[in-house]
């Protein structure tokens, strides 16, 4: 439905992520090295701890990062944040497929599903917005 995000379960971040969508986790460093990510996922900060965003910026990275094509599912720590973003990205392109990952990482984790460590992922590449496989 145009002009809509989604909610997503696992089940659905799975599926999705088989059939190709960019998985974005918007949380702060501190956050994915205390709890990991999920294999596939984008790493692109968007709020800062003080609460503060450069959503222009952050839309830049994103650009480079993966097309307008694919479907995109939003991760923060509860799903909070990300259905912030998600609706400021239908507001820009109201046909993209954007999905929130409901309860966030925290469901993902209760669930048992595995997870990346970033012990040993350089600052460099964190900053990068770069997919850890």
């Not at 974005?24 to 609460?51: C, H, K, M, N, P």
Request: net charge negative; charged share 25%.
């Amino acid at each position: 439905m145009p002009g809509a995000y989604k909610q997503l379960n696992n089940r659905g971040l799975l599926d999705l992520s088989a059939r190709g969508a960019a998985l974005v986790d918007i949380r702060r460093e501190e956050e994915w090295r205390l709890t990991g990510v999920i294999e596939g996922s984008y790493l692109l900060t968007f709020f800062a701890a003080d609460g503060s965003s450069d959503p222009q910026a952050w839309l830049h990275q994103l650009s480079r990062l993966c097309s307008d094509e694919q479907p995109l599912v939003m991760i923060c720590r509860s799903g909070y944040r990300t259905s912030l973003i998600c609706d400021f990205l239908i507001e820009i392109n109201p046909e993209r497929e954007i999905y929130n990952l409901t309860e966030g990482i925290l469901s993902w984790l209760a669930a048992g599903l595995p997870v990346i460590a970033l012990d040993d992922v350089s600052e460099t590449f964190l900053s990068l917005g770069r997919k850890i496989s």
